[in-house]
């Protein structure tokens, strides 16, 4: 019998969270749940023709899917299996996160039968900046398993994301983030040298001298966030997008669904 995956891009770990909730409503011998964050899991492409349905789960980058799980997804052989979309943002915008997306797997033979934007902590949260937390709430992850219930069931490709017009800053290319946005600060005198920021990097970014090399950080901040002993932090280079993403503090977006 062919498996349901469930297949996670999850830096900060927000997505492994819907993956874990998702993987709850199937029979737990019918699924697998396939973490392909870490530079070492995405090297060899999953053979798809185990499987009779996915879902991806992603978070949303500059109004886009990241670029690794781009060239992550143009590797791929969907054999024509069904595909769920899950993209996390940050309660900034979704943009076209999902049309990109289904773009590239249509590209790959897959079809995308379904699509969820999901609100959730923003990544940059720090001090009085906090976007989203506590989201999604209870009530959110139980949409969240009716979605994927839902999802399973159907036989046909009827989903469009449509193209949406972006605000400015959501055009901002990923590329630029590292120089623009967020500076990495790195104190040695902290770190034990015990690796697990260097394991966890999605983009093999960090050497094996524990130096950052920029023009592979993509500024998700899995190494801060796997940091034992606060070695490594961040800084916003000015207050620009501190002022920008404060436009949307207090503001409680809502999930959507498209099935």
């Not at 959730?120 to 979605?147: C, D, M, V």
């Not at 989903?159 to 290319?173: D, G, I, Q, S």
């Not at 997008?241 to 498209?258: D, M, T, V, W």
Request: aromatic share 10%; hydrophobic share 40%.
């Amino acid at each position: 019998m062919k498996r349901k995956g469930v297949f996670y891009f999850s830096p900060t770990g927000n997505c492994k969270k819907i993956a874990e909730e998702i993987v709850k409503v199937f029979d737990k011998n019918n699924v697998d749940k396939e973490d392909i964050t870490s530079f070492k899991s995405r090297k060899d492409p999953i053979v798809f023709e185990n499987y009779s349905f996915a879902f991806f789960i992603f978070p949303i980058y500059a109004g886009d899917v990241p670029n690794v799980v781009k060239e992550y997804f143009k590797r791929l052989q969907g054999c024509g299996i069904p595909v769920s979309l899950i993209a996390l943002w940050g309660n900034i915008h979704s943009s076209n996160a999902l049309h990109n997306a289904q773009l590239l797997l249509n590209k790959q033979n897959f079809m995308v039968v379904s699509g969820a934007e999901i609100v959730a902590p923003h990544s940059y949260n720090r001090g009085s900046l906090q976007l989203a937390l506590n989201r999604p709430n209870t009530e959110e992850i139980l949409k969240i398993q009716k979605f994927a219930l839902e999802s399973i069931n159907i036989k046909t490709n009827t989903m469009l994301f449509p193209h949406v017009k972006t605000e400015l800053m959501a055009r901002l290319p990923q590329r630029f983030i590292p120089g623009l946005v967020v500076k990495m600060i790195f104190d040695e005198g902290r770190c034990n040298k015990c690796g697990l920021c260097q394991k966890k990097c999605p983009t093999h970014a960090i050497d094996d001298n524990l130096q950052i090399d920029n023009k592979k950080c993509i500024r998700c901040l899995a190494c801060i966030k796997y940091c034992n002993t606060s070695a490594r932090s961040s800084v916003f280079r000015t207050n620009i997008p501190q002022r920008f993403l404060g436009r949307f503090q207090g503001i409680s977006n809502k999930c959507s669904f498209y099935i």
